[in-house]
C-alpha cells in the first residue's frame, strides 16, 4: 500500500529532482520528513518494483555516442550472446524481439572511435555481424505522468 510520502515522491519527483549534493536531505526538507525517511520510502518502492531506477533522462548523443544495434542469432545461442552483449560496460541494455533480427541492444560509447571498437569487438566475440542503426533525427517522448493517487 501507498503511504503519503511513497505518493508525494512519485507525484513531486518523477521531474525536477534535486540536483545537489544531498538530493534526499533536500526532498526532506521540502516534504518535512526525515532524509532517512526519503531514503526508506525510494528503497521500499524499489523493492516493489513501483520504481526501477533513479537518476537522468540524457538526450541521445549529447554525452559521447551511442546507436542502437541488432543482430541476428540462432535461437540455440541467444542467451548466450545476450550475456555476452550484456557484459559489454557499454551496452545500456538488450533485448529479444522476434524477427530475423532477433536480439536488439543500444551501445554508448565516448567518441565514433570508440563505439566503433565496441561493436568490432562484439562481431568477434559472438562471430555474427553487428547492424548498426544510429539515430537520425530525436524525437522526446516526456514519460512523466500524475498519478491519481488518492484515498477511495
Known sequence: MLTPLHKHLLNDYQ????LSPTPYNDIAM????????VIDAFAELDAEDVITRIGPVIPPNRIGVSTLA?????????????QLISAYPEVNHNYEREHYFNLWFVIIAADAEHLAQVIADIE????????????????FIDLSFKLDLHDD
Open 124 to 139: 568477434q566475440q559472438c562471430g555474427y555481424p553487428v547492424m548498426s542503426l544510429p539515430l537520425l533525427e530525436d524525437y
Open 30 to 37: 521540502e516534504l518535512g520528513v526525515s532524509e532517512g525517511e
Open 70 to 82: 541488432a543482430i541476428a542469432v540462432p535461437e540455440q545461442e541467444l542467451e548466450a550472446v545476450a
Open 15 to 18: 521531474r525536477d529532482f534535486p
